[in-house]
């Protein structure tokens, strides 16, 4: 290893180029982006390390929705066969409430309980710890219980490498790959990440709750390992964000996504609004005498294409939630298919350069062409409106109440009152909740636009 020469404020350390690096690829983070885009190295034969700061993958990871895992199809074939999955997901709800009532969308279909599946339930310690198992079986170096705490970079500014809080732990490498999570500090040290609002992130907070597995399917209509996937608005007390429920096999997960800006101004904590979801009369029934299990929280990325930093940088490139891939947009909630599809396409942007002996940006960029050519940027840039859209005051504060009340209006018989048509109840209801019509026409246009 080279001596180094002089250091940096920042943390990074300029040190004389390596003419043999301890790794081909050196990648931080052992979630699905890092594991994923180490398996694919680890397969073209390269030398590759996977950094992981817990004690094993998957440690200190946590999501509160469903991996929809079909990315992994020519990765891992009949990769359902093996992956530690809880239940596979056949009903879906999108619920809207206020204090005393609730409206939902509830979609099932048997379709979704046979191979190859569209979506399941998974704890992020198994789920991750499997993952980054392939990649080490395919030849990967996995060390764990090591955090990356900077950049090396050669004398001309390439990357070149990482540092580590272990004791002579620099470790050398042509391309590092980061996947650091969400506010990538190695992101930010190579300069790739802009300055980006509180506003753009969410904090996602979840309980675990264990009930009997029969009692798990007798509340939610189940069978065998069919799943339930909720998801929620209008149960954050007015904070912009919204809820989740969710079965595993044999626990229930419950909880919310808020603005992490107006979490703070409202002095509330988050799991008092998960108290407050848990007591609603729409969703007591199912969660009622669970034995809490888990309480976590984790920092989310939510306004998606707008706050994604420059994804590849002179010797770096960052995927998955380090590059704020994560899709918030109300009907789609995804983010382990966006950091495996961004990590595979990593890894084999990796091989390339490493091919051409060019780990520049320019050689690096066959990262971008492949994330545009397929659905990870292709669904970031159709959906870039969602989020805000999703987050505003009349979304959150206002639609609930409205919705709520026009679907009470529709089915309450007022004989000997005649019945009223639905367009006059349902502007007698936008007036009420003080939507005026040229904003919900706004609204409506951009759903459509977004959506459509």
């Not at 009903?91 to 979609?107: A, P």
């Not at 980054?132 to 030849?139: L, M, P």
């Not at 367009?423 to 959506?451: M, N, P, S």
């Amino acid at each position: 290893m080279a001596d180094p020469v002089v250091g940096t404020p920042a943390g990074t350390l300029v040190v004389d180029r390596p003419t043999n690096p301890d790794f081909d690829v050196v990648v931080v983070g052992a979630g699905p982006a890092g594991a994923t885009a180490a398996l694919v190295l680890a397969r073209a034969g390269k030398r590759v390390c996977l950094l992981e700061r817990g004690p094993f993958p998957g440690s200190k990871n946590m999501y509160g929705g469903v991996i929809y895992a079909r990315v992994l199809d020519e990765l891992i074939p009949r990769w359902w066969e093996e992956a530690p999955i809880q239940r596979w997901v056949t009903r879906r709800g999108t619920m809207v409430l206020t204090e005393h009532q609730s409206v939902t969308v509830d979609y099932r279909t048997t379709a979704w309980g046979d191979a190859p599946y569209n979506g399941a339930t998974a704890l992020r310690p198994d789920f991750d710890a499997w993952l980054a198992g392939h990649a080490e079986a395919a030849g990967a170096v996995v060390v764990c219980s090591t955090t990356a705490v900077g950049l090396l970079k050669d004398r001309a500014g390439q990357i070149c490498g990482v540092r580590t809080d272990r004791p002579d732990g620099d470790l050398t490498a042509s391309v590092v790959i980061a996947c650091d999570g969400v506010n990538s500090f190695l992101a930010k040290e190579a300069g790739l990440y802009p300055d980006v609002s509180p506003d753009n992130y969410t904090l996602g907070a979840k309980e675990v709750l264990a009930l009997p597995r029969e009692e798990i399917e007798k509340r939610f209509g189940l069978r065998g390992h069919e799943g339930a996937d909720f998801e929620i608005v209008g149960c954050t007390q007015g904070i912009a964000g919204g809820g989740f429920l969710y079965t595993n096999l044999d626990t229930i997960s419950v909880g919310v996504v808020l603005s992490v800006s107006e979490l703070a101004a409202a002095k509330v904590r988050p799991e008092e609004l998960i108290a407050g979801l848990k007591r609603h009369p729409s969703i007591a029934p199912f969660v009622e005498g669970g034995e809490l299990k888990e309480y976590s929280a984790h920092l989310i990325p939510e306004a998606g294409l707008s706050m994604m930093p420059e994804l590849i940088g002179d010797g770096i490139l960052v995927a998955g939630d380090a590059a704020a891939m994560c899709l918030a947009a109300g009907i789609w909630l995804e983010g382990v298919n966006f950091a495996i599809g961004s990590g595979q396409a990593a890894g084999e942007a990796a091989i390339d350069a490493l091919r051409s002996g060019d780990a520049s940006t320019t050689g690096l960029a066959g990262y971008r062409r492949r994330i545009e050519a397929n659905f990870v940027l292709a669904d970031h840039k159709r959906l870039k409106l969602a989020p805000e859209l999703l987050m505003s005051h009349r979304i959150q504060r206002q639609y609930p109440a409205m919705i709520c009340n026009i679907v009470e209006s529709m089915f309450t018989v007022t004989n000997p009152v005649p019945k009223q048509g639905a367009a006059r109840i349902a502007l007698r209801e936008a007036r009420r909740a003080g939507v005026k019509f040229r904003h919900l026409a706004h609204d409506l246009w951009i759903t459509a636009r977004t959506f459509g």
